[in-house]
Nanobody, 123 residues
Framework: QLQLVESGGGLVRPGGSLRLSCAASGFPLDDYAVGWFRQAPGKEREAISCIDSSDGSTHYTDSVKGRFTISKDNVKHTVYLQMNNLKPEDTAVYYC????????????????WGQGTQVTVSS
């Protein structure tokens, strides 16, 4: 079965850290760019980070730049999102998805999405 599986979410206090994992099953993740997205209650889903397959270049939306780091382990077919200095506004369901490239593209009907993992930042 071809799928992405996220893990690593949870409840953390403001200023804390979490590391999310996005593991591919059944296909070689190194052929794809992989993006992280999040959706907070009542809000649109937003793209927050992406890593390209060709050169490993990374991309971040302004709200997470300097706090989040995306990385990839091609041997383990896993993409990580290290999240530091978490804020209450980071609370959301986080998803990973494949896409063709990071810039100028977004996941389409041929791409894979994970099931999502909840991140809650609260004191």
């Amino acid at each position: 079965q071809l799928q992405l599986v996220e893990s690593g979410g949870g409840l953390v206090r403001p200023g804390g850290s979490l590391r999310l994992s996005c593991a591919a099953s059944g296909f070689p993740l190194d052929d794809y760019a992989v993006g992280w997205f999040r959706q907070a209650p009542g809000k649109e889903r937003e793209a927050i980070s992406c890593i390209d397959s060709s050169d490993g270049s990374t991309h971040y939306t302004d709200s997470v730049k300097g706090r989040f780091t995306i990385s990839k382990d091609n041997v383990k077919h896993t993409v990580y999102l290290q999240m530091n200095n978490l804020k209450p506004e980071d609370t959301a369901v986080y998803y990973c998805a494949t896409q063709f490239v990071c810039v100028g593209a977004s996941p389409d009907k041929n791409d894979y999405w994970g099931q999502g993992t909840q991140v809650t930042v609260s004191s």
